[in-house]
Each structure stands twice: as structure tokens, then as C-alpha cells.
């Protein structure tokens, strides 16, 4: 998400080191490790409750789903193999639906 590589870490925890010094340093490393926790907690309890309150019917409802990447990754680059095989179905059959030809 952030791209941070090794360099990009030290970095960081040199100016910690230098904005904070190293008595406060590691009490605002657990700070920051509690604020994230607790950030973490808010957002389960938050997508808990809103799979609880869309009901039965949504049981399989994915919230990463939502995500307008994975919305065009599962309906339409998906689609495409589900439609050729559909595609040759009607095209082997002579009337081009997919239906068997009765004779009157």
C-alpha cells in the first residue's frame, strides 16, 4: 500500500529517533501500536454489524467485493470464458439458441 522498503524504514526511525528521542521513542511506538489495534477492532465491529444488519439473504456478501477493481475483475474479465462457452453451444445448433429444433 505504502511501498516502504528497508531505506524508507530506517529513515523513518531515524527522525523518530531524533523528533522524539529515545526515551519517548518506544512510548510512541506502542501508542501508534495501540491506535492501530483499535482501528483495526472498529473496522471488523463495523463490517460485523453491517453483515448483521443486511440479513440471511446476504450471508455470502464480500465488502472487498464492493472494491470497483474486483467489481470489473469478477463481472466483466470473468464473463468472456462463460460467454464463449455459451457462444459455442448456439452456434452448434442450427437455429442459434442453444435449443433443440423440433419438427412440426
Given at each position: 500500500?505504502?511501498?516502504?522498503?528497508?531505506?524508507?524504514?530506517?529513515?523513518?526511525?531515524?527522525?523518530?529517533?531524533?523528533?522524539?528521542?529515545?526515551d519517548?521513542?518506544?512510548?510512541?511506538?506502542?501508542?501508534?501500536?495501540?491506535?492501530?489495534?483499535?482501528?483495526?477492532?472498529?473496522?471488523?465491529?463495523?463490517?460485523?454489524?453491517l453483515?448483521?444488519?443486511?440479513g440471511?439473504?446476504f450471508?455470502?456478501?464480500?465488502?472487498?467485493?464492493?472494491?470497483?477493481?474486483?467489481?470489473?475483475r469478477?463481472h466483466?474479465l470473468?464473463?468472456?470464458g462463460?460467454?464463449?462457452?455459451?457462444d459455442?453451444?448456439?452456434?452448434?445448433h442450427?437455429?442459434?439458441?442453444?435449443?433443440?429444433?423440433?419438427?412440426s
Amino acid at each position: 500500500m505504502f511501498d516502504l522498503s528497508i531505506t524508507k524504514l530506517l529513515v523513518l526511525a531515524v527522525l523518530g529517533l531524533v523528533i522524539f528521542g529515545p526515551d519517548q521513542l518506544p512510548k510512541m511506538a506502542g501508542q501508534l501500536g495501540r491506535v492501530i489495534r483499535d482501528l483495526r477492532r472498529m473496522a471488523e465491529k463495523a463490517r460485523a454489524d453491517l453483515t448483521e444488519g443486511l440479513g440471511p439473504e446476504f450471508t455470502d456478501f464480500d465488502i472487498a467485493d464492493l472494491n470497483p477493481r474486483s467489481l470489473v475483475r469478477k463481472h466483466l474479465l470473468d464473463a468472456p470464458g462463460d460467454a464463449d462457452a455459451t457462444d459455442t453451444q448456439a452456434r452448434s445448433h442450427p437455429n442459434g439458441t442453444g435449443d433443440s429444433v423440433t419438427a412440426s
